[in-house]
């Protein structure tokens, strides 16, 4: 049986499918894999294995406490931000009170107006776009799209626009998982409990202010852990779909119209990109509660299962030819599935959040074009989220507005 495959190095950010085909070829559905220190993992890249673990949250749970590996993990371990103990979020609740609070988190994102949300959006893509496109080029990843989902989530959570840059960076120390996680993670924390201070303080017609009001019970440590949950999968995904989308329509002929006016365009990259090229690549995790069989696998009770969502959507069983358009279909993983799934709402704040970003960058820079060769495009260190370092890009300069 050939070696456990390391999830991280530079394959993850290089050559993504061509990694995951070859774990197909050698493993199976079912790869082992092992993190930071040896610890073993399964990182599962069939579809319909993903499918059978993410259905059944019995067998496969979202209880971290269920994990083999504990006395093995040391208190500094970088993946600790993604593999949490005892972390109080909807993360890791399972049952009736993960059902509970889907449902808090779901109303208290319904209630955003889907006028005011654009108008967010729109209104701070321009003020970012103010600020270089009367320079003729910029870096459309690193001053632009990682500024503006946190930029709108933080206005629609509560909080001021001033807090956004350092949001920001905590966000993408934590997620990257390397020396500064813990930090990353320590700023987000503090940052939410004093916003829950405040609105407990004085309320207001926001997100934390409706989660506040909600009468099912929760304590402020699990509102603020929820919140962080919402503002990590809401801001880093976001950016890289914005991110990775525009490199597509910038470096694939079949996007071409999409940089002259046509619309249609922007959703089918947007598509494109959740089943070839989605922001998040793997997700941990679930543990399971029995031992069990999976792809042909003996999964003991206690191991971890990665969920490979990326591997998932590019399975040969499902995409027979990856070449072609999916031409709208929205059968992918990208948002997960089953009760443990992106809540409706959210998915439906972070495509108008990155369809505005895209729409707007072609509204003003009609002639924006890469300003390097695209196979010297690289992307972020992280085995978890799929997105580009940086993304130079040329126009015609135009006054800001």
């Known amino acids: 049986m050939t070696a456990p495959v390391p999830l991280g190095g530079p394959r993850f950010q290089t050559e993504p499918a061509q990694l995951y085909r070859e774990m197909r070829r050698d493993h199976g559905a079912v790869t082992p894999v092992v993190l930071d220190g040896d610890i073993p993992a399964w990182l599962v890249l069939g579809y319909r ?32 931000p993604m593999i949490g103990r005892k972390q109080p979020s909807i993360l890791y609740t399972v049952g009736e009170r993960h059902r509970e609070r889907a449902a808090m988190i779901s109303e208290a994102l319904e209630a955003v107006s889907p006028a005011e949300l654009r108008a967010y959006a729109e209104r701070f893509a321009d003020e970012l776009l103010d600020a270089v496109c009367a320079e003729g080029e910029t870096d459309i990843i690193g001053n632009y799209a990682m500024l503006l989902p946190v930029r709108v989530l933080a206005r629609l959570y509560g909080f001021s626009d001033e807090q956004g840059p350092g949001l920001v960076t905590a966000l993408n120390d934590m997620i990257d998982g390397r020396e500064r996680a813990i930090a990353g993670q320590t700023h987000l924390a503090t940052s939410m409990f004093q916003l829950l201070a405040d609105r407990r303080a004085q309320p207001a017609d926001d997100v934390v202010s409706r989660m506040l009001a909600n009468r099912s019970g929760f304590t402020d440590e699990e509102i603020a852990q929820d919140l962080m949950v919402m503002m990590a999968a809401g801001h880093q995904p976001t950016a890289d779909w914005i991110g990775n ?11 071409a119209a999409s940089l002259f006016g046509g619309r249609n365009s922007v959703a089918d990259a947007m598509n494109e990109v959740l089943w070839e090229d989605t922001p998040t690549q793997n997700v941990a995790g679930r543990w399971a509660s029995r031992d069990t069989q999976l792809g042909g696998r003996r999964v003991r009770a206690g191991d971890l299962l990665l969920l490979g969502l990326q591997g998932a959507n590019s399975d040969p069983q499902v995409r027979t030819d990856g070449s072609t358009l999916t031409g709208g279909n929205s059968a992918h993983f990208s948002f997960g599935h089953g009760e443990h799934r992106c809540p409706f709402p959210a998915q439906e704040v972070a495509e108008v959040i990155a369809r505005t970003g895209i729409e707007v960058v072609l509204d003003r820079l009609p002639d924006i074009d890469l300003a390097v060769p695209a196979d010297t495009l690289t992307r972020r260190p992280s085995p978890w989220l799929r997105g580009l370092s940086a993304l130079p890009v040329r126009f015609t300069p135009v006054p800001a507005r």
């Open 49 to 80: 294995e993903l499918h059978q673990v993410t259905g059944d949250p019995v067998l496969f749970s979202r209880d971290s406490e269920l994990w083999n590996q504990w006395d093995r993990i040391p208190d500094d371990w970088p993946l600790l």
């Open 245 to 255: 989308s525009l490199r597509l329509m910038l470096t694939d002929s079949r996007f």
